[in-house]
């Protein structure tokens, strides 16, 4: 199957340019909307990794949320928007967090939330990342679209 993305990035010419990202984003009329659980630092066994570190466990979040999204059809470039918890009070743990996770996305920069909680839900999680995806499925060569 073909895949499309169906996002588009929009930036603000009357906000501040000071967000590292796009302040909204769209996908069209048709597009397949792709809402994805939580991405958590956790390993194949179920194990959180990266016990105490904030970066350590973005990266593995940003890993998992990658092959959430290959397995529903989709890439980093189709999300158009997430959410980074980080189980913090402290603003520079969120930024260590958010900078791990905003590289991840390169030039693809979606709108975000980043949001200190008070507690995730594995043991020693301080990290998880929420997206929404959007896609344009082509159709096979050949097929008739369904009514």
């Known amino acids: 199957m073909t895949r499309t993305s169906a996002v588009s990035l929009i930036r603000s010419r009357t906000l501040s340019d000071v967000a590292e990202y796009a302040y ?40 998992n949320l990658r092959t959430a999204l290959a397995d529903a059809g989709a890439s980093a470039e189709d999300v158009i928007s997430t959410r980074v918890l980080v189980a913090s009070a402290r603003q520079e743990d969120l930024v260590t967090a958010w900078e791990v996770v905003r590289g991840a996305f390169g030039d693809h920069d979606a709108p975000s ?32 679209p369904s009514r």
């Open 24 to 63: 909204a984003a769209t996908a069209p009329a048709g597009s397949r909307l792709i809402f994805l659980a939580g991405a958590c630092p956790l390993d194949e066994r179920g194990d959180t990794v990266a016990v105490g570190d904030y970066a350590g466990q973005a990266a593995k979040a940003v890993e």
């Open 113 to 144: 939330t980043l949001m200190g909680v008070t507690v995730l839900g594995y043991t020693d999680q301080l990290v998880e990342i929420e997206a929404v995806a959007a896609v344009l499925d082509a159709p096979e060569a050949g097929s008739t």
